[in-house]
């Protein structure tokens, strides 16, 4: 792998890694399969499959929009800009949030839910799930776009769309398929006061990241 691949898979697994660590519904839906399943140590592997497979389609969605209606540089960078500072924003209210509100993973509370029409089938739940949150949409149209203008991710070059996706979903398995095999074999609470430090550097490195996107776009256009 040469510099940089290594550079695409290293920013999309490290940026997928923080957004897999803040609470959302993917990851609520992740504990109640893993205490609900008579094998929920495998209810992270094939949820995260299913999020894998919709997250591919959509990256492909993306860069066929790319390739054919954001030819313009300036729209390109505009596009870059807008993904970074969002990914301020989103940094900031991560920090915000965690210190504001305590951090509310209730084993007991999730195993509760009942999520209906998801019963049985951990792979189609982690499409359903991630397409029910509006936030994946945007973080997508919006981050990851920006993400993959800056790291000249495109149809040109496909062994580097492979590295991005591969990054990316490593960055989702790292975290799930643990907290999964954790739950199923009877963990029933987190360390609050650890996962509440992890957020807050996810969300410095979000904050980082995000100014780096946005200048590194600026000095450096992208050449689709």
């Not at 959509?58 to 800009?81: P, R, S, W």
Request: glycine share 10%; charged share 10%.
């Amino acid at each position: 792998m040469n510099k940089f691949m290594l550079e695409i898979f290293l920013f999309s697994f490290l940026v997928a890694l923080t957004g897999a660590l803040s609470p959302g519904p993917l990851l609520t839906f992740t504990i109640y399969k893993s205490l609900k399943e008579k094998r929920g140590y495998l209810a992270g592997v094939f949820i995260i499959l299913g999020h894998a497979t919709l997250e591919f389609l959509f990256i492909l969605l993306l860069l066929a929009g790319l390739y054919l209606f954001f030819q313009n540089l300036l729209v390109l960078m505009l596009i870059g800009v807008i993904g970074g500072i969002f990914l301020v924003i989103f940094g900031i209210l991560v920090i915000r949030d965690t210190l504001k509100n305590p951090i509310e993973l209730n084993m007991e509370s999730i195993e509760t839910q009942n999520y209906k029409g998801f019963k049985g089938n951990s792979f189609l739940g982690g499409i359903l799930v991630s397409l029910s949150n509006p936030f994946w949409t945007f973080w997508w149209i919006v981050i990851g776009l920006s993400l993959m203008i800056n790291l000249n991710v495109t149809f040109q070059e496909p062994l580097g769309i492979f590295i991005f996706f591969i990054g990316h979903e490593t960055g989702d398995f790292a975290w799930y398929i643990p907290l999964s095999i954790f739950v199923s074999l009877g963990g029933r609470s987190l360390n609050q006061k650890l996962y509440k430090y992890i957020l807050i550097i996810c969300g410095l490195f979000m904050i980082i990241f995000g100014f780096y996107l946005a200048l590194n776009i600026m000095f450096f256009p992208p050449s689709f």
